[in-house]
């Protein structure tokens, strides 16, 4: 079992288990973070824009183009910014420090 380390949009720190496989949109979701995912992962919005921390993001592969066509969309975009639905936890991410940006944008595709 690896961890996820949310820094929530107060601030404080989540630190939860993450089962390999889920992504972080579900690891989330299973443990109350408030991170959103108006389309429940289907790369349609960009409601679970998160930020990964520069030590972590080379951890990732790069993103897709559909994911950066989507983070286009996504309210206080970064250079580490990711969506949530698409970063699968795997054992090499075990520790991963993931903040919440303060706000989201609900602009559906579809």
């Known amino acids: ?3 996820v380390n949310f820094i929530n949009k107060d601030g404080s720190i989540s630190t ?5 496989g889920l992504s ?8 109350k973070v408030d991170l959103e995912g108006a389309c429940e992962g289907s790369l349609a919005c960009s409601t679970c824009h998160v930020i990964i921390d520069e ?11 559909e994911e950066e066509d989507m983070l286009d969309f996504a309210f206080g975009l970064t250079k580490t910014s990711r969506l949530g639905c698409q ?3 795997t054992e090499k991410l075990d520790g991963i420090t993931v903040r919440l940006p303060a706000a989201t944008k609900n602009i559906m595709l579809g």
């Open 1 to 3: 079992m690896a961890r």
């Open 16 to 20: 939860v288990e993450a089962p390999v």
């Open 24 to 31: 972080v949109l579900e690891i989330a979701h299973k443990h």
């Open 55 to 65: 030590k972590d993001i080379k951890k990732l592969d790069p993103a897709k183009e």
């Open 87 to 89: 970063i699968i936890m």
